[in-house]
């Protein structure tokens, strides 16, 4: 059984890769590997009544992630239909490539430590895509975005889900954790902004509004961007007061954005109106299918215990701590870095390990930023990769080998400061 798995797996993984060959949406192949994987567990088998309770739970776990996307892009997309991104554009005074890049990777860093990697990736592109006409050049910012997304996430409790995990589940604490990652995560960016920019150079010609403000007030863009920001902002808030998944507070502040543009389009004739429905229409669906699909075939090596044994092994064979963390932060580029480090929190005991032993730091900094090696590594890349449609080999050649890069001097900093 566990052999056919990894077979399906590897093969629905390498058709993914190969999208642009093959001419096959991702999302088809995602669902369809998630789907043969979870059959051919049940099938081999004899208690499917247990089969089905865990793929219920899955179930549980992966529809709070797409909720939550869900919410998140119909958000970012109300906004950009009202050109609320003219708020921030307009401040954008530069027209050098460089120095657009060096702003965009600072504000998408501390942005992801506040919010988190995805929401910040889905605002970050598509601001990016308001700034850049020329594809070529936009997928590089977009690579460098998600890279300093995954970086911003990985030194505080909300930037990143494994990060969040660890914090959870008391292996780490806030202020440690801010402290012992800030400046490996940083290095981790700066050292990849620093390769970027060297590809990058000369002015672009920004993107004429014009075609989009005709029935737009200025007052309008504003109220829904500042509204769309505070409702992204408000979810780690209303999670840290409540403790209720995130997806609860990005349907809060989805809908009280959505009372509001009804509000604004109170008095305006049908074919003016910008609603939340129109916005529903225009998210990028196969994208949230793809991740459907991604996260029910992980989910199914999950429970068949193939990535618990997989680290089992990988912690008998190797020993070394610092060597296992990095081992786990580079595998979390192939497969979802959630159940990795659910398996290390559940091999290694907070007896052994404590609260803030440096191998539970090293975890989250690998976990949060190695996913970036790969467009399929991280659910930032995974969001940019739909959104952009981004080739996966486009990435392999151009970003993995700088991600790699930064992923190291940040682990190699954290060392030093031991």
Same mark, same amino acid.
């Given at each position: 059984m566990n052999t056919i798995i990894?077979?399906?797996f590897s093969i629905g993984y390498a058709l993914i890769a190969l999208e642009s060959k093959v001419k096959i949406n991702k999302a088809a192949i995602a669902l369809f590997t998630g789907g043969v994987i979870w059959t051919t567990y049940i099938l081999f088998q004899s208690d499917s009544e247990e089969i089905v309770h865990q793929l219920?739970?899955?179930i549980g776990s992966i529809s709070q992630i797409?909720?939550?996307l869900i919410g998140a892009m119909t958000i970012v997309e109300l906004i950009d239909s009202y050109s609320g991104f003219d708020v921030i554009t307009k401040l954008i005074k530069t027209n050098n490539k460089r120095i657009l890049l060096v702003i965009l990777s600072f504000i998408t860093f501390f942005f992801s430590a506040a919010l988190d990697n995805l929401t910040t990736t889905i605002v970050m592109v598509t601001l990016t895509r308001k700034l850049l006409n020329e594809k070529n050049e936009r997928l590089l910012f977009i690579g460098m975005i998600v890279i300093a997304a995954n970086s911003g996430g990985a030194w505080t409790p909300i930037g990143d889900v494994t990060t969040t995990m660890l914090w959870i589940g008391g292996q780490i604490t806030t202020f440690n954790i801010m402290h012992q990652l800030f400046l490996p995560s940083l290095i981790n960016m700066i050292v990849s902004l620093f390769l970027i &920019?060297?590809?990058?150079?000369? +002015?672009?010609?920004?993107? +004429?509004?014009s075609n989009h403000e005709s029935n737009i007030l200025n007052s309008?863009?504003?109220i829904v961007f500042f509204i769309g920001i505070a409702a992204l902002i408000f979810v780690p808030i209303f999670k840290s007061i409540?403790? *209720?998944?995130?997806?609860?507070?990005?349907?809060?502040? *989805? &809908?009280?954005?959505?009372?509001?543009?009804? *509000? *604004?389009?109170?008095?305006?004739?049908?074919?003016?109106k910008i609603t939340v429905t129109n916005a529903l229409r225009k998210i990028d669906t196969p994208s949230v299918l793809f991740f459907l699909g991604i996260l029910l075939a992980v989910a199914a090596l999950e429970s068949t215990g193939l990535l618990s044994s997989f680290a089992a092994a990988l912690s008998k064979s190797v020993g070394n701590l610092t060597t296992i963390a990095m081992s786990l932060g580079i595998l979390s580029s192939i497969i979802d870095n959630v159940p990795l480090v659910a398996a290390s929190m559940g091999m290694y005991d907070l007896q052994v390990f404590p609260t803030n032993h440096y191998f539970w730091e090293l975890i989250a900094y690998c976990a949060g930023t190695g996913g970036s090696i790969?467009?399929?590594? &991280?659910a930032a890349g995974v969001a940019a990769m739909g959104i952009e449609k981004i080739d996966f080999f486009w990435y392999l050649?151009?970003?993995s080998w700088i991600a790699l890069v930064g992923y190291l001097a940040g682990a190699f900093l954290y060392t030093l400061l031991l």
């Open positions: 990894l077979i399906a219920v739970e899955h797409i909720f939550f &920019s060297r590809m990058v150079k000369g +002015d672009f010609k920004r993107i +004429d509004p309008e863009k504003r409540t403790h *209720l998944p995130p997806f609860m507070g990005i349907l809060i502040g *989805l &809908s009280v954005l959505w009372i509001v543009t009804e *509000l *604004l389009n109170k008095n305006k004739a049908f074919e003016h790969l467009i399929i590594g &991280s050649k151009k970003i």
